[in-house]
């Protein structure tokens, strides 16, 4: 602004330095009105058709219909006709790994904000550095510390063993005393220590998310567990006692034995009956958080033409994050053909997500950072997609990635919604996603507290 450009200097003239960077702050560009646009607002609302954001600093001020709201006197104005506005998309599991330019690319996709869930901090250090020496204020950043597992964990170098509930409370304090705003448990955990962790995550008021998968989900939701990691961590909920102890088992003696095992569990699970219902009553009744990372399961049916599942078009784990094997190839050698049984699973997956929904669980998305059928930094639209394909509407799909997505951060109040006095985390698309959930790929344009971010740049990454 050329007023505050002046005005900064003559205040800085023959100032301290403390008064001067003082005065620097107080400049503040004009009001930024965006006009002429399709706005939605994250919550679930249909659409305005033609609508104004009016943004002041970081903040969200004003939203509605043209009619209803006023441009500001001073006010930069910015015409996005033919655009949908929509919040930022929140990626509620993202593992940074040893590739923190993958968040920017993320970033440059409309992900404005992301929780890694098992992480140690050090991990961040590059991408806080990039994000400091770019001047540019995102992606927010929401960390769990490491994963708190139990003896032979399932991601060593990601994790902390606790060997019972008092290790594993400290572990969770240590965790909380570092920055950690949610804390994950991690399977191999029994269910003492489980509970030790989210007791902590209670008494701090931050939300306790967990991979169960050998855990019983309704034994730690009534304990006051908030959110679920993985649709398939509901596997051993719904079978039989017998047949989830086999599972068990298996799992425990070979952390490798869940990568084929969940298909199996998912493909031979009944849906509608005991073991289910239970579990949609304690959905119901608890309402948790569902992050159900869709796309790093998905498995596609055999191919008429050929033998064997759709290969994935990448290299991508074939479970949670890590190496794992890539799916296997078509039947040879007299071993059997699993792609049909592992499409299976996943139809049941996918089926099991929309229930839990109408059950009550509040669904969320989490991209998982690289799976089988999206490109790099794209899991998060896969997800959205799959949302769609599983019975979700589009504009539910859309509050999975924003509104519901801050909820489950505990940020429900100032992030992931477009409404005044939130956090200007938008995104603009070229085509409307509320129609055809797809449209989330035409992100064109993604601002961050207030700021334009170079998207060109970053899709780079
Ligand atoms: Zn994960």
Same mark, same amino acid.
């Given at each position: 602004?050329?007023?505050?450009?002046?005005?900064?200097?003559?205040?800085?003239?023959?100032?301290?330095?403390?008064?001067?960077?003082?005065?620097?702050?107080?400049?503040?560009?004009?009001?930024?009105?965006?006009?002429?646009?399709?706005?939605?607002?994250?919550?679930?609302?249909?659409?305005?058709?033609?609508?104004?954001?009016?943004?002041?600093?970081?903040?969200?001020?004003?939203?509605?219909?043209?009619?209803?709201?006023?441009?500001?006197?001073?006010?930069?104005?910015?015409?996005?006709?033919?655009?949908?506005?929509?919040?930022?998309?929140?990626?509620?599991?993202?593992?940074?790994?040893?590739?923190?330019?993958?968040?920017?690319?993320?970033?440059?996709?409309?992900?404005?904000?992301?929780?890694?869930?098992?992480?140690?901090?050090?991990?961040?250090?590059?991408?806080?550095?990039?994000?400091?020496?770019?001047?540019?204020?995102?992606?927010?950043?929401?960390?769990?510390?490491?994963?708190?597992?139990?003896?032979?964990?399932?991601?060593?170098?990601?994790?902390?063993?606790?060997?019972?509930?008092?290790?594993?409370?400290?572990?969770?304090?240590?965790?909380?005393?570092?920055?950690?705003?949610?804390?994950?448990?991690?399977?191999?955990?029994?269910?003492?220590?489980?509970?030790?962790?989210?007791?902590?995550?209670?008494?701090?008021?931050?939300?306790?998310?967990?991979?169960?998968?050998?855990?019983?989900?309704?034994?730690?939701?009534?304990?006051?567990?908030?959110?679920?990691?993985?649709?398939?961590?509901?596997?051993?909920?719904?079978?039989?006692?017998?047949?989830?102890?086999?599972?068990?088992?298996?799992?425990?003696?070979?952390?490798?034995?869940?990568?084929?095992?969940?298909?199996?569990?998912?493909?031979?699970?009944?849906?509608?009956?005991?073991?289910?219902?239970?579990?949609?009553?304690?959905?119901?009744?608890?309402?948790?958080?569902?992050?159900?990372?869709?796309?790093?399961?998905?498995?596609?049916? #055999?191919? +008429?033409?050929?033998?064997?599942?759709?290969?994935? *078009?990448?290299? %991508? $784990?074939?479970?949670? /994050? !890590?190496? &794992? #094997?890539? +799916?296997?190839?078509?039947?040879?050698?007299?071993? *059997?053909?699993? %792609? $049909?049984?592992?499409? /299976? !699973?996943? &139809?049941?997956?996918?089926?099991?997500?929309?229930?839990?929904?109408?059950?009550?669980?509040?669904?969320?998305?989490?991209?998982?950072?690289?799976?089988?059928?999206?490109?790099?930094?794209?899991?998060?639209?896969?997800?959205?997609?799959?949302?769609?394909?599983?019975?979700?509407?589009?504009?539910?799909?859309?509050?999975?990635?924003?509104?519901?997505?801050?909820?489950?951060?505990?940020?429900?109040?100032?992030?992931?919604?477009?409404?005044?006095?939130?956090?200007?985390?938008?995104?603009?698309?070229?085509?409307?996603?509320?129609?055809?959930?797809?449209?989330?790929?035409?992100?064109?344009?993604?601002?961050?507290?207030?700021?334009?971010?170079?998207?060109?740049?970053?899709?780079?990454?």
């Amino acid at each position: 602004m050329e007023s505050g450009s002046r005005l900064r200097a003559t205040a800085c003239t023959g100032m301290a330095v403390a008064l001067c960077v003082a005065a620097a702050a107080t400049q503040q560009p004009p009001p930024l009105a965006v006009v002429n646009v399709r706005i939605i607002d994250g919550t679930g609302a249909a659409a305005i058709e033609d609508g104004r954001i009016v943004i002041d600093g970081d903040r969200i001020v004003r939203v509605g219909p043209a009619a209803t709201t006023a441009i500001p006197s001073g006010a930069e104005t910015v015409d996005l006709s033919g655009r949908t506005v929509m919040p930022g998309l929140i990626d509620s599991h993202f593992h940074i790994e040893n590739d923190p330019k993958l968040a920017l690319r993320q970033l440059s996709h409309g992900v404005t904000a992301f929780r890694d869930p098992g992480q140690w901090d050090e991990q961040f250090v590059e991408l806080r550095r990039i994000i400091v020496e770019d001047g540019i204020p995102g992606p927010r950043i929401f960390t769990t510390g490491p994963h708190i597992d139990g003896d032979n964990p399932a991601y060593p170098a990601d994790s902390v063993v606790a060997r019972d509930a008092e290790e594993a409370r400290r572990h969770a304090e240590a965790s909380v005393a570092r920055g950690a705003s949610a804390l994950k448990i991690y399977y191999r955990l029994p269910f003492a220590a489980a509970k030790a962790v989210i007791d902590v995550c209670q008494a701090h008021g931050i939300p306790c998310t967990a991979h169960l998968e050998l855990l019983d989900a309704r034994e730690l939701i009534a304990a006051g567990l908030h959110g679920i990691e993985h649709v398939t961590s509901f596997g051993i909920s719904l079978v039989p006692r017998r047949e989830a102890e086999a599972y068990r088992q298996a799992v425990l003696a070979s952390n490798d034995a869940r990568r084929d095992g969940r298909y199996r569990v998912f493909a031979g699970a009944d849906l509608e009956g005991p073991f289910a219902q239970a579990l949609y009553g304690t959905l119901r009744e608890r309402k948790p958080f569902l992050d159900a990372t869709l796309a790093v399961f998905e498995r596609r049916p #055999p191919s +008429p033409t050929g033998v064997g599942g759709t290969s994935p *078009p990448s290299a %991508a $784990p074939n479970g949670v /994050a !890590g190496s &794992a #094997p890539p +799916p296997a190839p078509a039947a040879a050698g007299g071993q *059997p053909d699993l %792609a $049909p049984m592992r499409a /299976a !699973g996943f &139809a049941k997956m996918k089926q099991l997500t929309r229930r839990a929904a109408t059950e009550g669980a509040r669904v969320v998305v989490g991209g998982h950072t690289e799976v089988p059928f999206a490109g790099r930094g794209e899991a998060p639209w896969r997800e959205m997609e799959l949302l769609v394909e599983s019975g979700f509407s589009p504009l539910e799909a859309i509050s999975a990635a924003t509104a519901t997505a801050a909820a489950f951060l505990y940020r429900g109040t100032e992030l992931g919604s477009l409404r005044p006095g939130f956090a200007a985390d938008l995104i603009v698309l070229g085509a409307p996603p509320d129609r055809d959930i797809s449209a989330i790929r035409t992100v064109e344009r993604v601002m961050v507290a207030g700021r334009w971010i170079d998207v060109a740049k970053y899709r780079q990454y």
